[in-house]
């Protein structure tokens, strides 16, 4: 394809056919925040349930699906893809690199996660959505009458490919992308976290693959692994849940911990304290995160022994992760903190996380943890390190990085009302859930029984979630009321690191050269050290890009044809979607595609218009 | 100034007992194991309590103090870090952990000690008793196995006697609940797990399913009954062995009513030695303080719970009985009869 | 840029595999693939273990391995992992024709093996040993089942490799996705050799 051809495209075919890590990116935050609202809605309507003691607004059946899929979207369609969203934007721009290491794997890997999402919420039209929670235990979910969990099955198979793929793309981007003087140690921490988070990715995901493999094989194929009349064990879905699901955890919180720690230290005008520190901290996070998988378990009967490890384990956890509360913490000491929304969410971080921290700390005391067990406590729990950690950091990336991705800054008052009901309707909505948990209401109830002292808990808990609702439209209005604030937008918050020194909107190849790092926090340090501009590492020349392709949305849509063909035990269609996937895996090895040269003249006469 | 930081743990404790019903929260232990737990709860939340107190406030003097004022231009002095506070706040943490997971460790080892030989002192076995607890959609059932008891959905206990738990499921898996008395395991098809607990004090406790097992899973609740030792021994006494009147009542509407019973709830639930085991044991159903584990006892409730099952309890795999099935005569003699399912009262 | 054209046999540097930054991210993205999947076996090894004596009134490990013929498909496979070895030597020397020669030698191996599975599962199913036995007979068939699968992607794979460049020549394009396709080969010969021994040995054996 040559470059005027390459630039030629209508709007639709663009977005379908990218392979621009940039846009890829922003679809992914477009099907996040689609999937965030879905989830959203699916938390209100539970928590109008819970307002008043046995209501019955939606009955119970209806209910578990809509724990099931509020679980299911929140963790696998929405955090995740919105993080891979900034993480796909980001890192080859902090990195000084002008692509991802595999840009058709990338696309590859959005469209998988989309139609895997898109899969799962055909369960609503079909007759019943998986309900069996998003841990989806066996026996209940291969017992579990009708196809809800069989589109879960599915749904996740094909999501979680795409994450995969996702993830092993960032670390060999992350390895071999580097700008030149970018060394390891000089990487932004959020590069850094998302590495170890994709690593996290590489490791858990497989354990996930395999056990929706077997509920598959035996919700469909009769296989007996969980049946117990049959020799087999329901412990082992638990186990290989867990090793997925407790990485997972990490997955999301460790670019979380990045974005904070790119945020803080650009608000507070300050270098992030203790680098290395920080590094390591987030390595031995990492690794932990596969040493206690079995701390969800305390209850099912692994003996005293395995208890008190598992135990142990967990709360060395709390280490790294003080080391790095108290980092952030020294980076705002002596800083000139400036309080824009974003640093507003990181912030508010801090305090948040703390209190889920500590919870944390309390529920890994395996003795105790048969009090907590199943409760709201945990509900609570889980609910203050995701929102406090992982939602806030969206949020404060969202208002950190939206002018270099959209174009415009987003209102800062908005952006404060937003903030101040956030926070407010969070801990109104999960704080008392603390005590409802210790006070007997076990979590995934439909509804609670009047005279039990739980009424007048669960009534400021949905006060809260509404609260938090109306933050939420706040957030929508400030995202369209914002569209004029288009100046300053290309270094707006006297920025760091790399991203900040590419012209908004970025062009396509990102840099026009290969920028020369020396330091961390490069720009800052030719800021201060040197003229103010990176140096470049290489002469202006063309720029060699991939070509944009079909084939990414072809072979997703042939696993989603195929997948309703095992759903509904419709031979041909598993035989036709495996002949889209495959055939088009097939074009894709045997042709192969050089892309396309941007000619000098083009990126010079951008550079001139980018002033 | 030092009294206020030792009475800020000691209120929030005194907030957090206010909490919750008696019988139901494990906010008010009853019993030596929720006791156990309890203070395990205590000492996790005096040592992050102190985390939080120094967290918040580094974190609000920080941002305070360092915040940026109207026309500060400086650029902060860039600090690359500090090994001293790094090794500082890596060692008291650890520390502080340390100080949480012997204790818990040492607990957790107790609570899966299932022996009753009384230690090295005395010698004697503590008195005990044994009870195999078995879940179902959405019902419990506890067998006496040296009594040779089954009840359904009530447990009876002993007070002052270590009660000696397995438990199993007969379908998907459940969780065992009594929060007042000590804290849960799991009821997991194929595997039997085992706890204990002790009641000192008599009374109704509330238990409930913590594990999501279906449509009913918030209903899934039940009592265990703690009675003096001697009213224990009766209520096994009469359990094993049921009174004639059970089976043969008192009075003609009675009388028709064991009969409807005969034709229409045998198969599946027993009362005395005679009826199935597909649901609850029905030998002191008159004595129940709720039906179906939540609704109040009366009679009104018991006629809706045996006309429409599946609105009550969604689910679960009791027939409804429509006025086909149980006409409304029937139906006031299966509800007299099934009220006079009592075996404590003479 | 064009590296898609055929290079001179003495200009071509000495790992054609990793000379292009494609290359090396496709080796490295590989070398992390195959960490993944070391995990998704991992995890089936687990579920094997964990499930191997449940056999209720199915046959179990004992009454249905017999060592001579997995010892054979071992051997095959073992073989099929030195013609690809062959192979990467051949390319490194510039020689296409070996690179060819002993990459068809190795897909002919893997159909080899295939056969032998297929026969091998024939031979359980009519001994009583169906996929719904028990659990067992499921993580069994699954845990073989899978790697079998591997075999037969890797057979299509290098064989849609063979007839794609039959007559391009060795490339700075085709250098690392013939390499991958042997790294590949190689893992699941590795994965085998644990198949062996904690299936069939251990079944025989313990």
């Known amino acids: 394809m040559s470059y005027a051809k390459a630039q030629s495209k209508n709007v639709v075919w663009d977005w379908l056919t990218t392979v621009d890590h940039k846009k890829v990116g922003i679809l992914y935050l477009a099907g996040g925040a689609f999937f965030f609202a879905l989830g959203g809605i699916e938390a209100v309507l539970m928590r109008i349930q819970l307002m008043f003691p046995d209501m019955a607004i939606v009955q119970a059946q209806t209910f578990n699906e809509l724990l099931t899929m509020h679980g299911t979207t929140m963790i696998f369609l929405a955090a995740m893809p919105l993080l891979f969203g900034f993480m796909n934007f980001i890192i080859p721009l902090q990195i000084g690199a002008r692509d991802v290491a595999f840009p058709f794997l990338n696309a590859l890997g959005f469209w998988l996660f989309f139609f895997g999402g898109l899969l799962l919420y055909v369960s609503l039209f079909t007759g019943g959505a998986p309900d069996a929670g998003w841990t989806a235990y066996v026996p209940l979910s291969s017992n ?116 904070f720690s790119e945020v803080i230290p650009t608000f507070a005008k300050k270098r992030l304290f203790g680098y290395s520190a920080m ?22 009967g692994m003996g005293p022994v395995a208890n008190a490890i598992f135990a142990v384990a967990t709360m060395a956890i709390a280490v790294p992760t003080g080391i790095k509360i108290f980092n952030w913490l020294l980076t705002l000491w002596g800083g000139r903190i400036q309080f824009t929304t974003a640093n507003l969410f990181a912030l508010g971080f801090i305090p948040s996380f703390v209190m889920g921290g500590v919870t944390g700390v309390m529920l890994a005391t395996s003795a105790a943890n048969y009090q907590f067990h199943d409760t709201y406590f945990v509900v609570a729990h889980f609910h203050y390190v995701i929102i406090g950690g992982v939602v806030f950091g969206l949020f ?7 002018p270099k991705m959209f174009g415009y800054r987003l209102s800062e008052t908005l952006g404060k009302w937003f903030f101040w009901l956030f926070l407010i309707g969070f801990h109104m909505t999960f704080f008392v859930q603390h005590f409802l948990g210790l006070m007997g209401m076990p979590r995934r109830v439909a509804s609670f029984l009047p005279g039990q002292g739980l009424d007048a808990m669960n009534f400021i808990s949905t006060i809260g979630a509404f609260l938090m609702s109306i933050a939420f439209i706040i957030l929508l209005i400030a995202i369209f009321a914002s569209t004029k604030n288009r100046d300053n937008v290309q270094d707006p918050w006297d920025g760091r690191t790399l991203e900040w020194t590419v012209p908004t909107p970025v062009p396509e190849y990102n840099f026009a050269q290969t920028p020369l790092v020396r330091d961390l926090d490069p720009y800052w340090y030719e800021k201060h050290e040197g003229d103010g501009k990176i140096k470049a590492a290489e002469p202006l020349g063309e720029i060699h890009m991939p070509n944009a392709t079909v084939l990414p949305v072809t072979i997703s849509a042939g696993l989603i044809v195929a997948s309703f063909g095992f759903i509904y035990h419709v031979l041909p269609l598993i035989i036709g979607g495996f002949i889209i996937t495959f055939g088009a895996m097939f074009v894709r090895s045997i042709k192969e595609d050089h892309g396309y040269h941007i000619p000098v003249d083009v990126i010079k006469r951008d550079k001139e218009e980018g002033k | 100034m030092k009294y206020i930081w030792r009475l800020l743990p000691i209120s929030f404790i005194l907030l957090l007992s206010g909490c919750g019903v008696e019988n139901l929260s494990a906010l008010d232990p009853q019993g030596p194991v929720a006791e156990m737990q309890y203070s395990l709860i205590q000492l996790s939340l005096y040592i992050m309590i102190f985390v939080l107190v120094v967290v918040f406030a580094i974190y609000i003097f920080v941002i305070v103090r360092f915040r940026e004022r109207p026309g500060d231009t400086h650029i902060p002095k860039q600090v690359h870090g500090n090994r001293t506070l790094e090794i500082i706040w890596t060692t008291i943490p650890i520390l502080l952990l340390l100080m949480l997971a012997i204790p818990n460790v040492m607990d957790t080892f107790t609570l899966a000690d299932m022996s009753v030989d009384g230690g090295v002192e005395d010698g004697e076995e503590i008195d005990h008793v044994r009870v195999e607890v078995t879940a179902h959609q959405f019902w419990w059932e506890f067998e006496y196995p040296d009594l040779d008891v089954v009840a359904g959905q009530d447990m009876y206990i002993p007070t002052d006697t270590r009660i000696l738990i397995e438990l199993q499921s007969s379908d998907v898996q459940h969780s065992f609940w009594v929060p007042a008395l000590a804290g ?18 008599e009374g109704v406790f509330m238990g409930k399913c913590t594990e999501l097992c279906g449509p009913s899973h918030w209903l899934m609740d039940f009592k265990v009954i703690a009675v003096d030792p001697d009213t224990f021994d009766t209520w096994a006494t009469n359990m094993a062995e049921p009174p004639a009147h059970l089976a043969e009542p008192e009075g003609q509407v009675a009388v028709d009513g064991r009969g409807v019973f005969e034709e229409s709830c045998i198969s599946c639930h027993a009362v005395g030695d005679e009826g199935g085991n597909i649901g609850p044991d029905l030998t002191n159903f008159g004595e129940r303080e709720v039906i179906a584990g939540y609704l109040d006892y009366d009679m009104d409730n018991l006629e809706a719970w045996l006309r429409d099952t599946q609105d009550l309890k969604p689910g679960n795999e009791m027939p409804s009985f429509n006025e086909e099935a149980i006409n409304a005569e029937e139906m006031d003699a299966l509800l007299e009869y099934l009220d006079s399912l009592k075996i404590l009262e003479e | 840029m064009a590296d898609h054209q055929a290079v001179e046999k003495q200009t071509l540097p000495p790992n054609p595999e990793k000379a292009t930054l494609d290359g090396r991210n496709k080796y490295l993205g590989f070398w992390f693939f195959l960490g993944g999947e070391t995990v998704l076996f991992g995890s089936l090894f687990g579920t094997y273990l964990g499930l191997r004596g449940g056999v209720v009134d199915g046959p179990g ?4 391995f017999h060592l001579d013929l997995v010892f054979i498909m071992t051997m095959i496979l073992l073989t099929s992992s030195l013609t690809s070895v062959f192979a990467v030597i051949n390319m490194k020397r510039g020689n296409y024709k070996g690179l060819l020669m002993w990459m068809w030698a190795t897909v002919a191996l893997g159909i080899a093996f295939l056969g032998f599975e297929i026969y091998e599962f024939y031979e359980y199913y009519h001994a009583g040993l169906g996929f719904t036995t028990s659990a067992f007979a499921s993580s069994f068939y699954t845990l073989v089942g899978t790697h079998g699968a591997h075999v037969a992607f890797g057979v299509s794979w290098i064989t849609v490799l063979l007839i794609r460049y039959k007559s391009t020549g060795l490339t700075l394009t085709n250098a690392p996705k013939f390499y991958t396709a042997v790294l590949y080969w190689h893992f699941i010969d590795v994965v085998w050799v644990f198949i062996f021994t904690v299936v069939y040995l251990l079944g025989i054996g313990g």
């Open chain 1, 144 to 259: 579990s009458p009708g196809q809800g969990l069989d589109y879960y099955v599915l749904g996740l198979q094909v999501s979680g490919l795409g994450t995969l793929i996702g993830g092993i793309n960032f670390l060999v981007t992350i390895i071999n992308m580097r700008a030149p003087g970018m060394s390891m140690m000089r990487m932004p921490l959020f590069t850094w976290s998302s590495f170890v988070a994709s690593m996290l990715i590489l490791f858990a995901f497989p354990a996930l693959t395999i056990g929706l493999l077997l509920l598959m094989l035996e919700r469909l194929f009769g296989a007996t692994y969980f049946a117990v009349d049959f020799g087999g064990n329901i412990i082992i879905w638990q186990h290989l849940f867990w090793i997925f699901g407790h990485p997972e955890v990490y997955i999301l919180i460790l670019p979380a911990f990045g974005i």
């Open chain 1, 279 to 300: 590094v390591f901290a987030t390595l031995i996070i990492g690794f932990l995160g596969f040493m206690v998988w079995a701390h969800h378990m305390f209850t099912v």
């Open chain 1, 396 to 402: 404060a990336a969202a208002f950190y990085w939206w």
């Open chain 2, 184 to 201: 849960k395991q799991d009821n997991v098809p194929g595997i039997t797990n085992e706890m204990w607990l002790e009641a000192p004090e």
């Open chain 3, 61 to 64: 490990p004992a009454d249905l």
